[in-house]
């Protein structure tokens, strides 16, 4: 059976930082495409960040770059999503996923999701 566990989130103030960590059993990372979503209430799910050993990567969304970095370790089996300056509009609930490939146009290839983990950003 295959799990991600998603961890890290938390209230922070505008300009801080969290990282997000994602654990993974029953799969490897190293085989798969991996992604960082997040979703607002009433919006659709966005993706952040992605990365596959096959896609190259990491790639990320215009709003995140020089701000977010996407790390993994493979001995652990984990991925992170490490998030610097952060800003009101990065409030969500972010889900790490894994699929065949990694891309950030669609959630749709991705089969396994995480349960999320809640970020707040207060202004």
């Known amino acids: 059976e295959v799990q991600l566990q998603a961890s890290g989130g938390g209230l922070v103030q505008a300009g801080g930082s969290l990282r997000l960590s994602c654990a993974a059993s029953?799969?490897?990372?190293?085989?798969?495409?991996v992604a960082w979503f997040r979703q607002v209430p009433g919006r659709e799910r966005e993706a952040v960040s992605c990365?596959?050993?096959?896609?190259?990567?990491?790639y990320y969304t215009d709003s995140v770059k020089g701000r977010f970095t996407f790390s993994s370790d493979n001995a652990k089996n984990t991925v992170y999503l490490q998030m610097n300056s952060l800003t009101p509009e990065d409030t969500g609930v972010y889900y790490c996923?894994?699929?065949?490939?990694?891309?950030?146009?669609?959630?749709?290839?991705?089969?396994?999701w995480g349960q999320g983990t809640l970020v707040t950003v207060s202004s």
């Open positions: 996923a894994v699929g065949g490939i990694a891309t950030l146009s669609s959630p749709y290839v991705y089969d396994y």
């Open positions: 990365f596959s050993s096959s896609d190259g990567g990491p």
């Open positions: 029953g799969l490897s990372f190293d085989d798969f495409g």
